[in-house]
């Protein structure tokens, strides 16, 4: 998580000040701080969802009803996807939509896909469903190479 994304829990008033530093050191440690956010019960990844949808105004995807043999294939290695915390959903024309928890990182997204000619255009999701479907995406590839 990074720290814009920080920045909005605490300006909704969600992250309580003793809970600030253990976040912002994670941060500094480039450390993901999302599972230490749930398990400090601070917000449910659907709410999170919900609130990043509404403050950045990005569409919201429940990726349980979202096929995964309809992720675009060859556009972001498996290592950019993880980095990223990032999945390829569809591509349409030069614009290509790019499943995020943390749409604040944004900018490292983009920088990923411009190599390949296109646009990225974000839609939120779930971390949990994100992250379940990561690390599908991982062991199917790696299923493929034994």
Not at 38 to 61: E, G, H, R, W
Request: hydrophobic share 40%; net charge neutral; with cysteine.
């Amino acid at each position: 998580m990074s720290v814009g994304l920080l920045r909005v829990l605490v300006q909704k008033k969600l992250v309580p000040q003793e809970n600030l530093a253990k976040y912002q050191e994670a941060i500094k440690k480039e450390k993901p701080i999302l599972p230490l956010v749930f398990s400090d019960k601070i917000i449910t990844p659907d709410a999170l969802a919900q609130l990043c949808s509404d403050v950045f105004n990005y569409p919201m995807l429940d990726l349980n009803f979202f096929p995964r043999s309809r992720i675009v294939p060859d556009v972001l290695t498996e290592e950019q996807m993880q980095e990223l915390r990032c999945i390829p959903l569809h591509k349409r024309g030069k614009k290509l939509y790019v499943a995020v928890s943390d749409p604040t990182n944004l900018q490292n997204i983009q920088k990923a896909v411009f190599s390949t000619g296109l646009s990225a255009d974000l839609v939120v999701v779930r971390d949990d469903q994100l992250s379940t479907v990561l690390e599908w995406f991982g062991q199917s590839n790696t299923a493929l190479f034994c």
